[in-house]
């Protein structure tokens, strides 16, 4: 198991960007997949981001448009995911997960996942 701990989140203008960062206990880059999930009131949890083992070719929902690029710090265990031209649609519970076997077409997919971090909350709102 690996605990994971968001942050970055709060409160953004419509068009404005965060830092939203996933820090492991432990280094797991070339153990574990990572996701990046958010859930707004109300709705189901949504996949954003995969890195998969050892972080080559990171896959993206459609939604994202390249507005949301994510990179890594090996040393420090951490993966950052930094939305930009965020909407006020996008207010939600930002969460990283973490699995070691994930399928491709399960790479979106929360319920595959078994370490989930607590979430960080983004408000987008003027």
């Known amino acids: 198991q690996v605990q994971l701990v968001e942050s970055g989140g709060g409160l953004v203008q419509p068009g404005g960007s965060l830092r939203l960062s996933c820090e492991a206990s432990?280094?797991?880059?070339?153990?574990?997949?990572v996701g990046w999930f958010r859930q707004a009131p109300g709705k189901e949890r949504e996949g954003i981001s995969f890195?998969?083992?050892?972080?080559?070719?990171?896959f993206y929902a459609d939604f994202v448009e390249g507005r949301f690029t994510k990179s890594s710090d090996g040393a420090k265990n951490t993966v950052y995911l930094p939305p930009n031209n965020l909407t006020p649609e996008e207010t939600a519970v930002y969460y990283c997960?973490?699995?070691?076997?994930?399928?491709?077409?399960?790479?979106?997919?929360?319920?595959?996942?078994?370490?989930w971090g607590q979430g960080t909350h983004v408000t987008v709102s003027s």
């Open positions: 890195i998969p083992k050892g972080g080559s070719r990171i």
């Open positions: 997960a973490a699995g070691r076997a994930i399928l491709t077409a399960d790479r979106l997919a929360a319920n595959k996942y078994n370490n």
């Open positions: 432990r280094f797991i880059s070339g153990q574990y997949n």
